[in-house]
């Protein structure tokens, strides 16, 4: 399989969050506040692991997956210098994960479903390998309310090979939830150059149907 768009600019890309660097330290930190502790936590589509570096400290272990290994391995280095040391690395296809339903306690997917033809099947999968009474995170770029740095940096990506497939507002966003008929528990919105919209969706514990 060749390089992908992500495969080619992982070496830019925390470079391109720090243009929006004031939602993506929001979202690494509203994520985190609504783990529960002492869980088993995985984080898919991760890029260079910034979600995933946060919550180690306060999970009991991270398992920080993306399809591209450049990602990966920028993350995996960032981790070595934190002295992490609860947190593993795999290449994953989200729509396809290995493990069994209900094994983490908390699951996260970050800025990836607006780039999905079809993010519901993704969505599903994540909410397969949730256990009863964990919480599934989903933070995803509002690019329907970008400022005009954003849209200017997102035309450069497009010359690169960027392709979103959807873009979102708070409203369309709310909205594609509902339509899953999933139970939304919250949606905060992170404020900045282009804003986040953070789904939080609770899965019911098996004793409350």
């Given at each position: 399989?060749?390089r992908?768009?992500w495969?080619?600019?992982?070496?830019?890309?925390?470079?391109?969050?720090?243009?929006?660097?004031?939602?993506?330290?929001?979202?690494?930190?509203?994520?985190?506040?609504?783990?529960?502790?002492?869980?088993?936590?995985?984080?898919?589509?991760?890029?260079t692991?910034e979600?995933?570096?946060?919550?180690?400290?306060?999970?009991?272990?991270?398992?920080?997956?993306?399809?591209?290994?450049?990602?990966?391995?920028?993350?995996?280095?960032?981790?070595?210098?934190?002295?992490?040391?609860?947190?593993?690395?795999?290449?994953?296809?989200?729509?396809?994960?290995?493990?069994?339903?209900?094994?983490y306690?908390?699951?996260?997917?970050?800025?990836?479903?607006?780039?999905?033809?079809?993010?519901?099947?993704?969505?599903?999968?994540?909410?397969?390998?949730m256990?009863?009474?964990?919480?599934?995170?989903?933070?995803?770029?509002?690019?329907?309310?970008?400022?005009?740095?954003?849209?200017?940096?997102?035309?450069?990506?497009?010359?690169l090979?960027?392709?979103?497939?959807?873009?979102?507002?708070?409203q369309?966003y709310?909205?594609?939830?509902?339509?899953?008929?999933?139970?939304?528990?919250?949606?905060?919105?992170?404020?900045?150059?282009?804003?986040?919209?953070?789904?939080?969706?609770?899965?019911?514990?098996?004793?409350?149907?």
């Open positions: 399989m060749g992908t768009f495969d080619n600019i992982a070496g830019l890309y925390d470079l391109a969050e720090k243009t929006n660097g004031r939602a993506v330290r929001g979202m690494a930190a509203e994520v985190t506040r609504r783990l529960p502790e002492n869980t088993d936590f995985l984080e898919c589509a991760a890029g692991g979600i995933s570096l946060a919550a180690a400290p306060f999970v009991r272990r991270v398992v920080c997956t993306d399809l591209s290994l450049p990602m990966l391995d920028r993350a995996r280095k960032k981790a070595a210098r934190r002295d992490l040391t609860n947190i593993e690395f795999q290449q994953r296809d989200l729509f396809h994960l290995p493990e069994g339903d209900g094994t306690g908390a699951v996260c997917a970050g800025n990836v479903l607006h780039l999905l033809d079809h993010p519901e099947d993704a969505v599903a999968e994540l909410w397969r390998v256990a009863p009474g964990g919480c599934l995170l989903l933070p995803t770029f509002l690019m329907g309310e970008s400022g005009p740095l954003m849209d200017t940096l997102v035309a450069l990506y497009r010359l090979g960027f392709r979103q497939k959807h873009t979102f507002t708070r369309s709310r909205a594609f939830f509902e339509g899953l008929g999933l139970p939304l528990a919250e949606l905060a919105v992170i404020p900045g150059r282009m804003p986040v919209g953070l789904a939080v969706l609770r899965k019911p514990n098996i004793q409350e149907g």
